[in-house]
Each structure stands twice: as structure tokens, then as C-alpha cells.
């Protein structure tokens, strides 16, 4: 576990994902790695199956770059702002050319839940008296041997690659994250390879004077990449704020496919790597994201010997 | 009857109308949009122990902005508790803790059924809308549903295009032109909004209204709430615009 | 949320615990409340379910005091010393008065898991191959309804009480928990009551400062007791260790019915409260059992206005 | 042939040997009684990489001192993560993350299925026995699974009273006699104890095993084991006693 993890984006993305690979960059509107997102764009990568929860503004430009087949997911849109448009160019009418599985929240989650757990379906109490389990023949009903009423199940979701975004890890991989968890344990736990991207990186005893913060053994993750900021437009608790001018300005930009694949040229294409994106940006947008500290205060483990 | 209308807007009444119905109510599950502003204004309000619970996984929010989205880091700092989208679905919702779970609706039938997925065909539809998010178990789940939206014949429908989440749960409807509540598995209109007539409401659905007592509209919005909208929730008119 | 549940142990229990309740006093070897078995033996409780995965010496004192009417487990015995003797007096042979349901340790945190999740049952890779179906007909087969191996489902686990300890709580029942979290949180939610007895009452805003911790909110809590070493001698991480030295004595106390008594008559009846026990332990011996710091380190959720 | 015996205990050297059976290891699930000591001997001698995991819910120990119980807070503070036992089983050992389990046993057949529920008959037994614990589903999850017990006709038996664990994933048994490895779903006698004849052993068992290779004995323990053992790990002689 103490060999070293560390590595570039670009040699990440190069190693771990393939054409044709499932894959998880997950996070619920806290740490989305669009960073990773940019790269797999760069790279070219082709005939993806992206899954998320909310496929967000990092799937809309995956997509409309070309790099997916299929995607499945729970909800499709710009929150408290409106559609994302380049998936609906490609799922609508006659242009639906994108392949979609869909499932409700809980849904997705319980199928990561089930591909961590190595069960071959997870039950829960939705998608009753709806059309969810005929839009998608994998949602099934399920009698309990001990009678009582019907649920229904999801089938196992275990990606070939999850990549996620934190606060900090350590160079084996251990992995810490505060506010908002989502499902990327979850996601990671079912997946084959995890790429972990990080705020900072820190020295192992910061991981384990805190072992309840740690939500990844570097165990189960195969890189780990230094890239802050990684998040942007997506937040990082503590470290950077939402950056809703950005979602508020998509719409606009991606409303049109030619806008939308002159942004991703500008800002995707157009720069090598997540510092070039940065120095893009510019320190003054940065700066204004920069929220005030808010400290958690400290707990004792207690030293027994 | 156009006197009230110069004060404020419809998108504003429903907001007020629907932060009201939630006086008294403890624990209510936020829902992404418009849910989002009423929610936030009745707990500066007619509900100051509300719960806040967004499934994003946190519990006892106490935003000190409103939340673009329903992820935002303002909804954690200052949280009772924040858990794993596992456990607040699994523990929280389906577990049965959550008194109120308040949804958004693209098109809604008589039944309180709702559609957030498709308008046309699922497998080629005309226009692909979000699909259920948390809808569809928070409508099986949560004791009780209320649902805010705004009203046309193309929103309040004859036959929903796609069922994402049932109405057997749903108690009330505010929209930007009255309030309805469930009565017996129906929707029955309660109150019109200020400078709402019955004819401009039956105009703005598909189907014919069941009528309770509409002799008094909708108190107004207060200039408190108006304040509260106007500087604090919705400065930039996301909401209300 | 932010009226007071603060209480006394002996009126928490008295308004509810009742006789013939399924309780489960929750812990694994960490942060097991021995204070609220005590007082539940003070008050003469009867025909009680008690559910535990490690029935432990809270339960081998309980059932030799006469509380139990059942004990639904997974693993019966003193952790590295040896057998619960008062448990095997009314198990083995004739003497068998005691009613036996028995698990996994999966299968217990599954049970609870199932309780708070309001599931009809939990499937897990256990059992296969086993006599544990056979000994508990409530351990069935379940097929997947994506074919594949067949699993087993246990049933869900809802106890009519929960009883927890824990480092901390707010009085409004908001409770915070580090080191090993067993299943408390599973047993908690799962249940109709909770009480929580804590090392330390806290101001809310302790809580809402690191919410990342909180593993109850207080819309669960029923009661909230200030009971400081009530987990002795099981121990409570950072606060005071495992008194290791009484789980060896245990061994020869309650191998005789008669030593046993006695320990209960001067250690549980004799005393009227906790305070008394602890007094009668003596500062000595406490005092050897404080560890020295080992601090987790503060995290920065950020102020975001 | 009495010489090593001066040196040290059968237990001492049942132990020595367990751990040794160690080196190389990744991930190990430590189970109560003898594994304990066994497993952290390893980790100060042949497998100072080994990631122990304790089924109380904590990956990567560094446990200070050896535990009497397995959710001693020596194995909480500055492990590398500590999660609740749902995730622990569910995630980490059903998921498949364990490379090797360790158990203990009370009674054990030629097949390597494992008893530690009742002596006797189920209803009315003899002896009841602590249970599975997580040993069932540790010997159905685990890549491999270890054996550490002590022999005599009472505990390697023809027939087990009860099936608390399979035997399908054993690798490897070691007792106070020798050490057996699974051929061919049967153990085989691979190695005898200094100073314990193939008559000593078939003595001590309710079967006549196969048996392999054994003209080498197990290597007597070193100074350091037994040191290690002695003054660090069992100072009070729990384990060794």
C-alpha cells in the first residue's frame, strides 16, 4: 500500500480508460471531475457507456464531443437552470441516435450498492403504479420470502472504470471526502479500476489520525492524480465554491451545437491540460470562488498502547 | 382585479401559496426548482422548525443562500448531518421519516399522476424532459406530497404522456393560478388567486375542475414575503422571472 | 428538533423500555451500554427479545437477572477469554429455557439494515452450504430475478427500542459517533424508540459544525442521558479504554450461579445509579484506563453566503 | 527429540507456524482467539506488508499492542479506515477484497468443514459454542481461508456436529501437531512439529489422514518469534497459555 499511486491526468486516462469501457465519474453536484471529463474528450475516446446519477454539464460536453454510445442515468438536466441540450440534440425524434438506460435515484445508487456488495440485485420500494419498469425492462418486480407486499429490483451496476473527485488522498490511494458524499463509495467499491483525483495530496498520517473521514482503502484505486481545481465548475466543500455563473451560462452556449463545439475547441481542445484550462480562467474568477473557512473542530482517537 | 397584479407577480403568488401550506409540517424533502424558493421561504416563515432534507444526503440544512441547485455547498455547512445518498434514501425517505415531499411536475392528470420524463413517445420523444431524479420514490414514500408548477392546458392534462411518479400520496397542488387539494383520489380546487378568475383557470387546463368553496381568494402576498423573495431568496429572478 | 430530550437513566428507561419489548443495547465491543442494562435490570424488567450480535456480559447479566425471555444473536461469547457462562446455564442440555435465534454477524447487520430501510428482507452471500437455515428456518433462498446463483434473505430486524452510547450528542438527540460504528446507526433507525447515552452534551452548533460525523439526528431520538463511563467495561474511543482486566475476571464470577448473583447484588442491585458504581470502582481504576490525545485534526467545510 | 520441547510450548509453535504461512500476503481478516496473535506475529516477522482487517469495521490496523478482543481501540486509532460493518462485510468481504481468512474452530472434518456452533444436538446440546460470528460468510467470501485450532479426536473428527462454515475455500490448517494443506478437497499432513511423531499425531485425530512429504519437520520458532510472542504480543500468556 506505500508504493506510490501519483500520477498525471493524461497518463490516467491513457492507462485506465478504453474505447468502449463503462464509466463512472460520479458525484452529486459536489467533486464532479470534469478535469477527467476534459481529458477523455482530449484523448478521443470513443463508444463509452457514461454512467451518472445527473449526467450534469461534464456528460452534456462528453457527448456532445462524441465520446459515448450509451448512458445511463437518473436524471438529465441543468439543475435550477433547464435542459442540457446536447443530450436532448441526440435523444430526441428522430436524432435520438444516444442509447439511454434510465432509473430513478435510489435506483442507481442500489445498482452501484449491489456491483459493491458482489449481489446480483439489489430491492427497494420505488417505481410502483409507474411506467419505469416498462420504459426499462431491468427494473423487476420481486416477491419477499416472507410474503408482505411486492418491491422491485435493479440489477448490479459495476463499472470498468469510476473516477472521482476528493478533498485529499494520500499516495497509496487512501481517500478522504467531507460534505456531500453522493455514491462514490459506492462506485468505486464496484468498479474494476478507480482513478482518484485530488485537492492535495497528504502524507499517510493524515489519513490515519482521522480513519472515520476515509471513504477509499487505496486498496481499491489504481491512481491517483493531483489536479486542484479539478472540480470547476462543480465545487470542492471547503476549498471552492459552485461556480453558477458557469451553469447559469451554459445554456446559452450549449442551446447551439455550433457555440457549444466552439466552446469545447476553446476550452477543451484549445488547451493541454487543467493548468492551461486555469490560467484561462483566470485568478480574479478563481478568487471570488474562495469561501470563507468554517472549521470542523477536532476529535480524540486517543493514543492506546 | 388588476390592482394586486401591479404588486406581484403570479410565479410569486404560488411560491407564498405554496410555502404557506407547509406551516406546521416537520420534515420535508426538497425538491430541485421551485420547490427549492417555497420550501426556503416558508422555513424563513409560516415554518421556522422545518426540517430541510435534500437528497443530495443532508438533513437539518440551514442554507444561508438559496441553492442554484439542490447540491449546493451552502446546504451543508451548518447541517445536522450529511450522509451517503444510500443511507438518505434507504434511511431517511423509504424508511418512512419524511413528512412532506415536495415535487415540480411537467404535466400533471386529475389524479395528481406525474410526468417529468417524456413529452410523445418514450422511445422517440418529442421532448425529453429530466425523468424522475428522486420523484418517483418520493411519491411512493413520503407520508405525504405536495406538488407546485405552473398551469396550462399542456401541464394540466387529460392523459400524461408518461407516468414517473404516482398521486396516491399528493395532498395538495399550487399553481400560479389557484390551490387544489386531493379529495378522494381527485384533485378539487380550494382557492383562486388574486385576479384569477374560474374562466382564466378552466382556460389554463384540459380538463374540467371539480369546485370547493372559492368564495375567498388566496390572501395576497405580504410585503415581508415579497421582501424575503425579492432581496434574500431570488434576487437575480431564477425563480420568479 | 431543538426541545431538550435530556433525561435520567432511570426515567429513560422506565417511560421506554416495557416488558415483553424486543430491545437491542447496540455496540460492538465498542461503546456497549452497560449503564442502561444495569438499569433495566434495576427495574425488573421481563420477558424481553434482546437482540445483539455479541451478546457480551451486558447480556450474560441481564439473562442471569432474569430479563430475557429470548436472545436473537450471531456470536456468543467473552472476546478472547471464553464462554458466557450464565447464557450456556439456561442453553445447554435440559436446562435450555432460554429461546435461541441465531444468525451471522452479516446477517444481524443485514436484519437491521432491512428494519431502517423498511425492506421485506435483505439478500447476502451467506449460509450456502451451512446447517444455519436448518437450525433458523427464518434464513431462506432467494433467486435472483436475473438469474445467476441463488442467495439467502434474512428477515428485517425493527426492535421496539434501540439503546446506543456515544462520545456525544446535542439535547436535541443530534448524535456523533468515531472509532468502530458496529451497526448502531442500522439499529437505530431501524427501531420504534431510541435512547442515547452519551459521554458529553454538547451545544448544537459542536454538531452542526462537522455534520459528516453525525451518525443520528435527533428526529430519531427519543432520550438523551448524560451518562459519563456509562459503557464501562466496554470503553468509549478518545474518552477511556477497554477494561479488559474485568472481561477476564468475568470468567470465574459467572461460572458459579451463586458468584454471579452476588456480583449483581453488590455491583447492579447495590447500587441505586451509575455515579454509585463508578464511586465504587474508584478513581484508581479509572484513572489508569484514560488513554493519552491522539487528535483527529479539523477539516474546512467553508462558510458559503 | 525432547530438546525442542524445553524450548518452547506446542502453542508457541502452532502459532510461529501460522504466521509463517502468512508471508506474502496482502489483505488478512483477523478472526478472534488464536488468528489474532497469529496474524499480528505476522505482520512483525515474514508479512510487514499485511493489511489487517477486523471484522468490527477497520481496514489497515496498526494495532499498538495485541488485542484480547478484536474491536480493541488499538485497532482504531491510526488505521487507515473505519467504516460500519455493513460497508466492512458487504463491501470489503463479499465484495471480494480479501485475499485470506483467518478462523479458528471447535471441531473440523477431513474436508476442512468447521463447527463452532454446538457439541451435540442443536436443540439440546452438549455444549453450545459461540456461533458463527462472521465466520460463514468469511469462509464462503474469502479468496482462501486459514485454520488455526488445536488437534485431539474431540476437534478433528469423522462427523461434525454442525456445519457453521464450509470447507470449500481452505488452504491451509495448522494445529499444535503439524500442518495440513487441502488437496483435492481432503487435508493432507504436510509437515509434523518438532518432536511430534505420525503415531502422536494420528493419536490426536478421529481419522487416518493422508499424508504428503513430511520427512522435513516444521522449523523449530527463532529467539525473535518467541520473543515477539513472549514479551510483546502475550506477556499474560492468553494465547499461549
Known amino acids: 500500500m506505500s508504493s506510490s499511486k501519483v500520477t498525471s491526468m493524461r497518463d490516467a486516462v491513457a492507462e485506465l480508460v478504453r474505447d468502449g469501457d463503462t464509466v463512472a465519474i460520479e458525484g452529486f453536484t459536489h467533486l464532479i471531475c470534469f478535469a477527467a471529463g476534459h481529458e477523455i474528450i482530449r484523448q478521443r475516446r470513443r463508444d463509452l457507456t457514461l454512467c451518472r446519477l445527473t449526467p450534469d454539464l461534464v456528460y452534456d460536453q462528453m457527448i456532445a464531443a462524441g465520446v459515448a454510445r450509451k448512458l445511463v442515468f437518473s436524471w438529465l438536466g441543468n439543475p435550477g437552470v433547464g435542459s442540457l441540450h446536447a443530450v436532448r440534440r441526440v435523444t430526441e425524434g428522430d436524432r435520438a441516435t444516444l442509447e439511454l438506460e434510465e432509473y430513478s435515484h435510489f435506483g442507481m445508487v442500489a ?22 419498469p ?43 471526502v467531507w460534505g456531500l458524499l453522493g455514491c462514490q463509495k459506492e462506485a468505486a467499491f464496484a468498479a474494476d479500476r478507480v482513478i482518484v483525483v485530488v485537492e492535495e495530496l497528504v502524507d499517510e498520517a493524515v489519513i490515519r489520525a482521522d480513519p472515520n473521514r476515509t471513504i477509499l482503502p487505496g486498496l481499491v484505486v489504481d491512481a491517483v492524480v493531483v489536479e486542484p481545481w479539478g472540480a470547476h465548475p462543480s465545487y470542492a466543500q471547503g476549498h471552492y465554491d459552485r461556480d453558477n455563473a458557469f451553469y447559469l451560462d451554459w445554456d446559452a452556449i450549449s442551446r447551439d451545437a455550433g457555440s457549444l463545439d466552439a466552446w469545447l475547441d476553446e476550452w477543451v481542445h484549445g488547451v493541454a491540460s487543467r493548468s492551461e484550462y486555469l490560467a484561462k480562467l483566470g485568478d480574479d474568477r478563481l478568487r471570488a470562488l474562495r469561501p470563507t473557512p468554517a472549521p470542523s473542530g477536532s476529535v480524540d482517537y486517543g493514543e492506546y498502547r | 382585479m388588476s390592482e394586486p397584479r401591479s404588486a406581484f407577480s403570479a410565479s410569486e403568488m404560488m411560491i407564498v401559496a405554496a410555502a404557506r401550506e407547509l406551516a406546521d409540517q416537520r420534515v420535508c424533502f ?24 435534500y437528497e443530495a444526503g443532508v438533513f437539518g440544512a440551514r442554507p444561508a443562500r438559496l441553492p442554484l441547485s439542490i447540491g449546493d455547498p451552502t446546504i451543508v455547512t451548518g447541517a445536522t448531518a450529511v450522509t451517503s445518498m444510500f443511507e438518505l434514501f434507504g434511511y431517511y425517505l423509504q424508511g418512512g421519516l419524511i413528512n412532506v415531499g415536495f415535487l415540480g411536475a411537467a404535466q400533471i392528470d386529475r389524479h395528481g399522476n406525474i410526468n417529468t420524463t417524456v413529452i410523445g413517445d418514450y422511445a422517440s420523444p418529442r421532448t425529453r424532459l429530466p425523468g424522475s431524479g428522486g420523484a418517483c420514490e418520493i411519491a411512493q414514500n413520503a407520508k405525504s406530497v405536495f406538488v407546485i408548477m405552473r398551469q396550462s392546458p399542456r401541464s394540466f392534462v387529460e392523459e400524461i404522456d408518461f407516468r414517473t411518479s404516482v398521486g396516491d400520496r399528493i395532498s395538495v397542488v399550487v399553481t400560479d393560478k389557484g390551490i387544489y387539494h386531493m379529495d378522494d383520489g381527485e384533485m378539487r380546487l380550494d382557492s383562486l388567486h388574486p385576479g384569477v378568475s374560474l374562466a382564466d383557470l378552466r ?34 429572478g431564477v425563480y420568479t422571472g
Do not use: C
Open chain 2, 203 to 236: 382556460a389554463s387546463m384540459a380538463w374540467t375542475p371539480r369546485v370547493g368553496d372559492v368564495s375567498m381568494e388566496t390572501p395576497p402576498p405580504t410585503d415581508e414575503e415579497l421582501r424575503l423573495i425579492r432581496e434574500e431568496l431570488d434576487p437575480q
Open chain 2, 30 to 53: 426538497v425538491g430541485v426548482g421551485l420547490p427549492n424558493i417555497a420550501v426556503n421561504l416558508a422555513r424563513r416563515t409560516v415554518a421556522p422548525q422545518l426540517e430541510l432534507v
Open chain 1, 111 to 132: 445498482r452501484y450498492t449491489a456491483g459493491a456488495m458482489k449481489l446480483p440485485f439489489f430491492p427497494l420500494r420505488s417505481y410502483a403504479e409507474t411506467d419505469l
Open chain 1, 134 to 176: 416498462t420504459a426499462n425492462p431491468l427494473i423487476r418486480p420481486i416477491q419477499s420470502p416472507y410474503g408482505g407486499d411486492q418491491v422491485y429490483a435493479v440489477p448490479p451496476l459495476a463499472p470498468d472504470v469510476t473516477i472521482i473527485h476528493a478533498q485529499r488522498a494520500d499516495a497509496a490511494g487512501n481517500t478522504q
